[in-house]
T-cell receptor, first 114, second 112 residues
Framework: GAGVSQSPRYKVAKRGQDVALRCDPISGHVSLFWYQQALGQGPEFLTYFQNEAQLDKSGLPSDRFFAERPEGSVSTLKIQRTQQEDSAVYLC????????????FGQGTRLTVV | GESVGLHLPTLSVQEGDNSIINCAYSNSASDYFIWYKQESGKGPQFIIDIRSNMDKRQGQRVTVLLNKTVKHLSLQIAATQPGDSAVYFCAEIPNRDDKIIFGKGTRLHILP
C-alpha cells in the first residue's frame, strides 16, 4: 500500500492479557516511530527506530512495553499484562530520513482494556 | 519542563472566514516545527512545516508564522471550509533530536 498500515484497527483486551500491535511502514522508510494518544490528548512519543536499531525508547511508560523492528521494516509494539491505563490509540509513523523528514502516520490501533 | 502547547482547546469559525490557530513553545533550541491535522478516527496528517531560520511559509490556503522572539507559532487557514473541521496540533523536532513532540491540540469547529 501507499501509506502506513497498522493492525488490528481495534483491539479489546482483558486486563492482564498480552497484546501485539503491528505497523507496516511505507516501503523504504528508514525511521519508524510509535506514539500513544489518550482520548482528547496529543500523541505522546514512545519509541523510535532507525532501520532495525531502536535509538530512543525513553517514552515507553514501563517495562511492560516492548517494541521491535528486527528486519528494519515491519515493527511490533507489545504490551504485556495490559492495564486499564494502557487504553489509548497507538499510532505508528514512518519517514524517509532522520530528524526533519516528513513523518506519515497510520490510522492507529485503538486499544481498550476491560 | 520544556513543552509545546496551545492557547485554546476549541476554536469556532464561520465558514468562509479565516482561521488562526496559535501555539506557544518553550524549547528555544527547536529547529523545526510542523502543523498536523487530525480528523476523527485518523492519524495526524502533515499540513505544513517551517524551519527556525524562517518566519513565514505559505502553502495551499495555509500559512505558518514563526516568531522566535516570543516563541510563538501560528497556523492561518484561509476561507475555512467544512472539511477543515479537525483537531490541529503544532509539533516540534528539537535540534539534534529526532522525535516529534506534539502539543495538546486545538479543535477547529466550522459554523454554517
Amino acid at each position: 500500500g501507499a501509506g502506513v498500515s497498522q493492525s488490528p484497527r481495534y483491539k479489546v483486551a482483558k486486563r492482564g492479557q498480552d497484546v501485539a500491535l503491528r505497523c507496516d511502514p511505507i516501503s523504504g522508510h528508514v525511521s519508524l516511530f510509535w506514539y500513544q494518544q489518550a482520548l482528547g490528548q496529543g500523541p505522546e512519543f514512545l519509541t523510535y527506530f532507525q532501520n532495525e536499531a531502536q535509538l530512543d525508547k525513553s517514552g515507553l511508560p514501563s517495562d511492560r512495553f516492548f517494541a521491535e523492528r528486527p528486519e528494519g521494516s515491519v515493527s511490533t509494539l507489545k504490551i504485556q499484562r495490559t492495564q486499564q491505563e494502557d487504553s489509548a490509540v497507538y499510532l505508528c509513523a514512518s519517514s524517509d530520513q532522520t530528524g526533519d523528514g516528513e513523518a506519515f502516520f497510520g490510522q492507529g490501533t485503538r486499544l481498550t482494556v476491560v | 519542563g520544556e513543552s509545546v502547547g496551545l492557547h485554546l482547546p476549541t476554536l469556532s469559525v464561520q465558514e468562509g472566514d479565516n482561521s488562526i490557530i496559535n501555539c506557544a513553545y518553550s524549547n528555544s533550541a527547536s529547529d523545526y516545527f510542523i502543523w498536523y491535522k487530525q480528523e476523527s478516527g485518523k492519524g495526524p496528517q502533515f499540513i505544513i512545516d517551517i524551519r527556525s531560520n524562517m518566519d513565514k511559509r505559505q502553502g495551499q490556503r495555509v500559512t505558518v508564522l514563526l516568531n522566535k522572539t516570543v516563541k510563538h507559532l501560528s497556523l492561518q487557514i484561509a476561507a475555512t471550509q467544512p472539511g477543515d473541521s479537525a483537531v490541529y496540533f503544532c509539533a516540534e523536532i528539537p535540534n539534534r533530536d529526532d522525535k516529534i513532540i506534539f502539543g495538546k491540540g486545538t479543535r477547529l469547529h466550522i459554523l454554517p
